[in-house]
């Protein structure tokens, strides 16, 4: 995902959270489940037992469409962060507040989580996506490039940041193009 002019780049980089927080989330969902089931079989007909059928019911749909989406990568456009907070609200509505919090927590992280990681190259520096993001001048960096599809970038404090570029963002940035474009800055007598 690189910009037409040589200005501005932004390269998605691998996103490590991901995969961790897919994990974790069929997991709460399983959970979700038998825990919404056990709280309905538990509770003699009333309201709260449907209100508990609704989260079962709801809790069992989303399961399937997510393994679905995992599975077929189709449904992208499902989102299951926002099925998590619903079922956050029907754990605080059935009155196990603590429960609901955490599951309603769960899911708003999931949407920072699930985010396309882009670092920005531009005139100022690199925009590097951290929470909070993070703006690095040129002046701090001692060397940014591409080499087989493999971006480097070396602070001046030697910190030093590495990503593997997937085999189609390698084959869209043009490495020489963009290697001249940071090379500027570093040395622009040079260029």
């Given at each position: 995902?690189?910009?037409?002019?040589?200005?501005?780049?932004?390269?998605?980089?691998?996103?490590?959270?991901?995969?961790?927080?897919?994990?974790?989330?069929?997991?709460?969902?399983?959970?979700?489940?038998?825990?919404?089931?056990?709280?309905?079989?538990?509770?003699?007909?009333?309201?709260?037992?449907?209100?508990a059928?609704?989260g079962?019911i709801?809790?069992?749909?989303?399961?399937?469409?997510y393994?679905?989406?995992?599975?077929?990568?189709r449904?992208?456009?499902?989102?299951?962060?926002?099925?998590?907070?619903?079922?956050?609200?029907?754990?605080?509505?059935?009155?196990?507040?603590w429960l609901?919090?955490?599951?309603?927590l769960?899911?708003?992280?999931?949407?920072?989580?699930?985010?396309?990681?882009?670092?920005?190259?531009?005139?100022?520096?690199?925009?590097?996506?951290?929470?909070?993001?993070?703006?690095?001048?040129?002046?701090?960096?001692?060397f940014?490039?591409?080499?087989?599809g493999?971006?480097?970038?070396?602070?001046?404090?030697?910190?030093?940041?590495?990503?593997?570029?997937?085999?189609?963002?390698?084959?869209?940035?043009?490495?020489?193009?963009?290697?001249?474009?940071?090379?500027?800055?570093?040395?622009?007598?040079?260029?």
């Amino acid at each position: 995902m690189q910009s037409k002019v040589n200005t501005h780049y932004d390269i998605e980089i691998p996103n490590d959270r991901a995969t961790t927080y897919k994990v974790v989330t069929f997991i709460i969902i399983l959970v979700n489940v038998v825990g919404f089931i056990y709280f309905y079989a538990n509770r003699p007909a009333s309201l709260t037992a449907d209100i508990a059928l609704a989260g079962a019911i709801i809790s069992v749909i989303a399961f399937g469409f997510y393994c679905f989406q995992l599975y077929a990568k189709r449904w992208l456009l499902f989102k299951i962060d926002m099925v998590v907070m619903i079922l956050g609200v029907i754990w605080v509505v059935l009155g196990n507040f603590w429960l609901g919090f955490l599951v309603l927590l769960f899911g708003m992280v999931g949407f920072y989580t699930n985010k396309k990681t882009i670092i920005s190259f531009t005139q100022e520096g690199i925009k590097y996506p951290s929470f909070p993001p993070k703006i690095f001048p040129w002046a701090a960096i001692d060397f940014a490039m591409i080499k087989d599809g493999i971006l480097t970038i070396e602070m001046k404090d030697n910190r030093l940041f590495q990503f593997t570029l997937s085999p189609a963002l390698s084959e869209e940035v043009d490495e020489a193009a963009f290697n001249k474009f940071c090379q500027s800055h570093f040395h622009p007598a040079l260029i």
